[in-house]
């Protein structure tokens, strides 16, 4: 700051030598051609002092006006780190120091903005090691009570086979968790990026079916599905019959014996729309909503093998999509769950 003062300082006084040089030099020529030179010289002298003086006194109220315009402006730019006000801006006036402000605030409500998104993803991120440390407390606790039952207790080898199928059990969930969790952090983050294509919606649909027939048919449910096959909608097929999946493998869980699956799509003027039907358990009113919070579940299916992520993914994949999800169930009446996806890009 100091080099800063020192150059204008300077910057300054080289019009005012030059200005004193110039008028010496003609007080000069005019000695020469005249016979005042006496009192030419001595107005010269008076000038020279008088414009050294103003000039002096101009620098000093430069200096002061600087040196108040650097300390508002550092302070203005402490409060704003601090988070504290923001700095106030004058849009009807054209002056430097309004301009300077109107920039100062730009910045400022940039910075709010990033300290708001670091601080929700800083939530998220505890939000999501409090809900994996939750989910992973139980499988873990199983897998140390069953390898010390193995290495404390001899068995039989029927006994140790049942224990060793526990132990697959519990690692297969530990496996699922993960996965679905990888898929779940990088929709969020923005590691997968969603690409809408021009694809057949028959053949998503058909490609989420394939992961569930042979569950529906060890429970003897009937499926059925009504879309056209020629359809042609803009989608992400790998990912939409990901969502699609996992709406069906909850109709899968959830429908008792004997009941059934329906998959109907109807095209409205902006939606294409995919009810998926069951005959299963319900859901009541109350949960509609909080059954799309990530690992959520019921009290009353926790019998029933799941983690609570599938809708919560399947919602993330169809919002990144410019769709949305909706659900009309009640208990004992089953469930539909109706994907929107836009027709057009």
Same mark, same amino acid.
């Given at each position: 700051?100091?080099?800063?003062?020192?150059?204008?300082?300077?910057?300054?006084?080289?019009?005012?030598?030059?200005?004193?040089?110039?008028?010496?030099?003609?007080?000069?020529?005019?000695?020469?051609?005249?016979?005042?030179?006496?009192?030419?010289?001595?107005?010269?002298?008076?000038?020279?002092?008088?414009?050294?003086?103003?000039?002096?006194?101009?620098?000093?109220?430069?200096?002061?006006?600087?040196?108040?315009?650097?300390?508002?402006?550092?302070?203005?730019?402490?409060?704003?780190?601090?988070?504290?006000?923001?700095?106030?801006?004058?849009?009807?006036?054209?002056?430097?120091?309004?301009?300077?402000?109107?920039?100062?605030?730009?910045?400022?409500?940039?910075?709010?903005?990033?300290?708001?998104?670091?601080?929700?993803?800083?939530?998220?991120?505890?939000?999501?090691?409090?809900?994996?440390?939750?989910?992973?407390?139980?499988?873990?606790?199983?897998?140390?009570?069953?390898?010390?039952?193995?290495?404390?207790?001899?068995?039989?080898?029927?006994?140790?086979?049942?224990?060793?199928?526990?132990?697959?059990?519990?690692?297969?969930?530990?496996?699922?968790?993960?996965?679905?969790?990888?898929?779940?952090?990088?929709? #969020?983050? /923005?590691? @997968?990026?969603?690409?809408?294509?021009?694809?057949?919606? %028959? +053949?998503? !649909?058909?490609?989420?079916?394939? *992961?569930?027939?042979?569950?529906?048919?060890?429970?003897?449910?009937?499926?059925?599905?009504?879309?056209?096959?020629?359809?042609?909608?803009?989608?992400?097929?790998?990912?939409?019959?990901?969502?699609?999946?996992?709406?069906?493998?909850?109709?899968?869980?959830?429908?008792? #014996?004997? /009941?059934? @699956?329906?998959?109907?799509?109807?095209?409205?003027?902006? %939606? +294409?729309? !995919?009810?998926?039907?069951?005959? *299963?358990?319900?859901?009541?009113?109350?949960?509609?909503?909080?059954?799309?919070?990530?690992?959520?579940?019921?009290?009353?299916?926790?019998?029933?093998?799941?983690?609570?992520?599938?809708?919560?993914?399947?919602?993330?994949?169809?919002?990144?999509?410019?769709?949305?999800?909706?659900?009309?169930?009640?208990?004992?009446?089953?469930?539909?769950?109706?994907?929107?996806?836009?027709?057009?890009?």
């Amino acid at each position: 700051m100091k080099e800063s003062r020192l150059y204008l300082r300077e910057l300054c006084l080289l019009p005012l030598c030059g200005m004193l040089l110039s008028m010496w030099l003609c007080i000069l020529f005019f000695c020469i051609r005249t016979a005042y030179s006496r009192p030419l010289l001595s107005m010269g002298l008076a000038l020279s002092l008088l414009a050294l003086g103003w000039t002096l006194f101009f620098l000093w109220l430069l200096d002061e006006k600087l040196t108040a315009f650097t300390s508002d402006l550092c302070q203005t730019i402490d409060r704003m780190t601090e988070g504290g006000a923001c700095p106030d801006a004058d849009y009807d006036q054209e002056t430097l120091q309004s301009r300077i402000n109107c920039r100062l605030l730009r910045l400022y409500q940039i910075m709010q903005t990033q300290r708001h998104d670091a601080e929700t993803e800083h939530q998220k991120l505890q939000q999501l090691i409090t809900d994996i440390s939750h989910q992973v407390r139980t499988p873990v606790s199983n897998l140390r009570l069953v390898t010390d039952t193995l290495l404390t207790r001899p068995g039989s080898y029927e006994e140790q086979t049942a224990f060793l199928e526990g132990l697959r059990a519990q690692t297969d969930k530990l496996h699922f968790l993960f996965q679905a969790l990888l898929k779940t952090s990088r929709l #969020e983050t /923005g590691a @997968i990026q969603l690409r809408k294509s021009d694809a057949s919606l %028959y +053949a998503t !649909i058909a490609q989420s079916l394939s *992961g569930i027939l042979a569950k529906a048919e060890q429970k003897r449910l009937s499926v059925a599905v009504d879309c056209p096959e020629e359809l042609i909608l803009p989608h992400d097929s790998r990912w939409t019959a990901e969502a699609l999946f996992n709406l069906l493998d909850n109709a899968v869980k959830y429908t008792p #014996e004997g /009941g059934s @699956i329906r998959v109907a799509v109807e095209l409205w003027e902006m %939606y +294409a729309k !995919i009810d998926i039907t069951d005959t *299963g358990i319900g859901i009541p009113e109350s949960s509609h909503a909080a059954i799309f919070r990530r690992f959520y579940r019921e009290a009353a299916v926790h019998r029933i093998p799941g983690i609570g992520i599938g809708l919560y993914l399947t919602r993330e994949i169809i919002t990144l999509q410019g769709g949305y999800l909706m659900v009309a169930s009640a208990p004992g009446k089953g469930s539909t769950f109706s994907v929107f996806l836009p027709r057009h890009f």
